[in-house]
């Protein structure tokens, strides 16, 4: 059995503004001439879009929202003797970061390539090659918006029709999400209601889900640009996918339906795409607002009335979500963590004794509520 040192946060997934708990575990079975732990934590946005314009031409940037290195979070003269510890630590988050984000995509002459990471790491001072990695996922939307989700946006609008002798009446139609928020790769629920009081029937509709990409880049003036390619104040604004890209549609007959009122519920949208050249579907990009990519959803609701007249109106989606961090869900802890002997110093990500029996501990072995 070899050295080994696991990295675990309390939970997988953060908000912007957030504090980070965790423990960095350490098992020694064998001599090392480690006597110390280093915490390390970045937050990388980048940026990265090729174009095939009189010669292939590449822009990237990348910017670091927050970036410690090596920090100490526990240090001792001699180095650990055989046994199991367990170094907690802490740390706030800023309040204004972009959520985590990947979009890997392509046309046939241009590619790109946008990422938003938060990676943490721990290693062994005195010992580099005992070393280990943990990714965080960030939603950017406040907790409190989150857990206030139900119910949804929702947009009205109204057609109103003239009749015999001049008389007005008025069809109203409301769409509503049944939540604000889904992840990526789930399915986006609406409800379409038409009040119709008129004998004007209502023949169709169609969704369309729609997303507004658009990718920030500093660079030099380029010589050729493309269509898609706008150049204001030293950066690139780059609309990767021409304007609004038709992720999902759905259309649907409603001839047969001769009644005052008509409420389809729980109309399902996949959040998941076929992109250019895939035989299958994946996961939509999440939401995001960050320094050089913002990546927003829109439905676009038509209904058709008998006249052939068309009423078209758009709902915002607040926000489509991040997957779950999947590394933080299937980690199982070893038998030894739960033995682990807690080790607390003065350093700049130290934890309190008195914190270490709260809920923000409850989810790492080792720990106990009181």
């Known amino acids: 059995m070899n050295n080994e040192i696991i990295l675990r946060t309390s ?5 912007p503004g957030q504090t980070v708990y965790g423990g960095v575990y350490l098992n020694v079975c064998r001599p090392t001439e480690a006597n110390g732990i280093k915490i390390s934590f970045r937050a990388l946005e980048t940026c ?10 590449k822009l990237k940037n990348e910017t670091a929202h927050v970036d410690f290195s090596d920090v100490n979070l526990y240090s001792q003269a001699d180095c650990f003797d055989f046994g199991s510890y367990v170094f907690p630590f802490k740390f706030d988050l800023p309040k204004e970061i972009p959520g985590t984000f990947q979009y890997l995509g392509h046309t046939s002459k241009t590619s790109w390539e946008v990422q938003v990471t938060y990676t943490l790491n721990a290693k062994a001072a005195g010992a580099d090659i005992l070393q280990t990695s943990q990714l965080i996922v960030i ?32 069809i109203h139609i409301t769409a509503r999400l049944i939540e604000n928020y889904q992840t990526s790769g789930s399915n986006m629920q609406l409800r379409l ?7 004007l029937k209502v023949k169709s509709f169609r969704i369309l889900l729609l997303r507004y990409l658009k990718l920030y880049v500093r660079e030099k ?7 898609n ?17 038709i ?34 579907e994946t996961d939509i990009p999440p939401s995001v607002v960050g320094t050089h990519v913002k990546n927003q959803y829109q439905l676009e609701i038509t209904i058709v009335f008998e006249n052939n007249y068309r009423k078209v109106f758009n709902l915002k989606v607040p926000g489509v979500l991040p997957e779950k961090n999947q590394q933080w869900l299937q980690w199982r802890p070893p038998d030894w963590t739960f ?12 934890v309190q004794e008195s914190t270490l029996r709260t809920e923000a501990f409850s989810g790492l072995p080792t720990f106990q509520v009181l």
């Open 247 to 280: 992720v999902y549609s759905r259309e649907g007959d409603l001839g047969s339906f001769d009644i005052d009122s008509l409420e389809l519920d729980q109309l399902q949208i996949p959040l998941r795409e076929r992109l250019l050249g895939e035989d299958t």
């Open 48 to 57: 990265v879009y090729e174009y095939e314009c009189h010669g292939n031409k």
């Open 221 to 227: 003036m380029a010589d050729k640009m493309l269509d």
């Open 139 to 170: 939603y950017q939307v406040q907790e409190e918006a989150l857990k206030d989700s139900k119910w949804g946006s929702a947009c009205s609008v109204s057609y109103e029709t003239t009749r015999f002798f001049l008389r007005r009446q008025k």
């Open 339 to 350: 033995k682990a002997e807690c080790k607390l110093s003065r350093s700049l990500f130290s």
């Open 11 to 15: 939970k997988g997934e953060y908000h």
């Open 193 to 199: 209601i038409v009040t119709n009081p008129t004998k």
């Open 229 to 245: 390619m706008e150049y204001n104040s030293d950066v690139f604004h780059i609309a990767p996918e021409n304007g609004p890209h």
